[in-house]
């Protein structure tokens, strides 16, 4: 049976979170990479929507600073435990779409990742969304920057709730919940007839 690694101090992972992020910020890459970030039409059927009354081109910008606040906590705790699997810590799933938004950035994030002496930590089959407040990762952020914001650090709760109403609507159109099954018919004549 495996051990687990013990996960470090919040406060320590706060530091050196909040210093990863103030180095991220500075980098001569940022406004590159947040450009790219922004500019990306990666879309999620189980991560933005989740956001109440969500528009891209207005909200990316305040979710891509929540996004690097994750990937800053999850570097901070690789860090200290140099551990993959322990590093992977629950996210809720808006800001999970927007590091996977940002880690699509590919040469730009590794180069102020490799800049800042950061380690990226993603991988699919370690993904968890099973934020909730009072959870480690919420005292991490927490005593890092405050409170975070409750539009984006959705508890799991509330997110399986949305996605409840949402896996109906999906559904109403011929769509499966996730977003990764329909049942449309393309070569069926549009709904207003043949012009």
Not at 68 to 91: E, G, K, N, S, Y
Not at 175 to 185: A, F, L, N, S, W
Request: hydrophobic letters at 45%.
């Amino acid at each position: 049976m495996a051990r687990e690694t013990a996960l470090p101090r919040a406060r320590d992972v706060a530091e050196t979170a909040r210093d990863a992020l103030t180095g991220i910020e500075a980098d001569v890459e940022y406004e590159h990479l947040k450009t790219a970030a922004l500019a990306s039409r990666q879309v999620s059927f189980t991560g933005f929507p989740l956001i109440s009354q969500w528009d891209a081109d207005r909200g990316s910008g305040p979710l891509f600073t929540e996004a690097l606040c994750a990937i800053a906590l999850r570097a901070a705790v690789l860090l200290h435990t140099v551990d993959d699997q322990a590093a992977f810590l629950p996210i809720p799933a808006p800001v999970d779409a927007m590091v996977h938004v940002v880690l699509a950035q590919g040469s730009l994030a590794w180069r102020v990742a490799e800049y800042n002496v950061l380690s990226l930590v993603h991988r699919s089959d370690y993904e968890n969304t099973g934020y909730s407040k009072g959870c480690y990762t919420h005292d991490c952020y927490r005593q890092a920057w405050g409170e975070p914001p409750a539009r984006f650090w959705i508890d799991q709760e509330e997110a399986d709730r949305r996605m409840a109403v949402l896996a109906a609507l999906y559904e109403s159109i011929g769509m499966g919940p996730d977003g990764r099954r329909h049942h449309i018919d393309f070569s069926a004549a549009p709904a207003g007839g043949e012009r």
